[in-house]
């Protein structure tokens, strides 16, 4: 079955094997960010749960960013030490400001690269059908050549403008999945974050005694 695919492969024309190669790095690339991103959101919840509990059990704002200062991927604790050590000199408007950019910062970084898997999984089968139907073109300008449209002709040619709707459609579906699982988890910790940002606006001026 794969030596038969690899030759359909190899039969195929110049277009159709451009396309299967553009959905190959598609797909390399998908997987990459996958993998990635996968690794990355699983440290940053980690890492959140550890700076929470620090947070929860120190009274000490310079304990809390002493227990912040090594966990660099957690959106909270990230935004914990970008704001902490001006929010004391700030009032009012300026940290909502402060809290609000950060925020943001913090949820664009969550949801890096989700817009490649969101791109691949909605382009990969259309550039899919697009090799089948110029390969279905060749095909039938093969069939008119020939002068012949029995199964034994017609089958191998289809079966070769057929290929990249299944690339497509391998690449898209990993992408999909991953893209609304991912989505899913950036939004529980978009919303772990802003929950956070709401209590220091509520608490702005943490003891600061040492000890």
């Not at 914990?80 to 943001?104: C, H, I, M, N, T």
Request: aromatic share 10%.
């Amino acid at each position: 079955m794969q030596a038969t695919a690899f030759q359909l492969i190899l039969q195929a024309g110049l277009f159709v094997k451009f396309i299967l190669l553009f959905l190959a790095c598609f797909s390399v690339i998908s997987w990459g960010i996958i993998l990635y991103k996968y690794f990355y959101l699983k440290t940053a919840a980690r890492e959140t749960a550890v700076f929470l509990a620090a947070f929860a059990e120190s009274g000490s704002r310079s304990d809390v960013l002493k227990a912040a200062e090594p966990l660099t991927i957690s959106p909270v604790a990230r935004l914990f030490k970008s704001v902490s050590p001006v929010q004391r000199q700030l009032k009012g408007e300026a940290v909502d400001l402060l809290l609000r950019r950060s925020e943001a910062v913090e949820a664009e970084r969550l949801e890096s690269y989700l817009i490649m898997l969101a791109t691949t999984g909605a382009t990969a089968p259309f550039i899919g059908l697009l090799g089948t139907v110029w390969g279905i073109m060749d095909a039938f300008r093969g069939i008119g050549a020939a002068g012949s449209a029995s199964l034994a002709v017609v089958a191998p040619a289809i079966a070769e403008a057929l290929i990249t709707t299944a690339a497509g459609l391998a690449a898209a579906i990993p992408a999909v999945m991953a893209y609304n699982y991912f989505l899913n988890w950036t939004r529980k910790m978009t919303m772990e974050l802003e929950d956070f940002a709401a209590h220091l606006r509520a608490q702005p001026a943490r003891a600061d005694h040492e000890g």
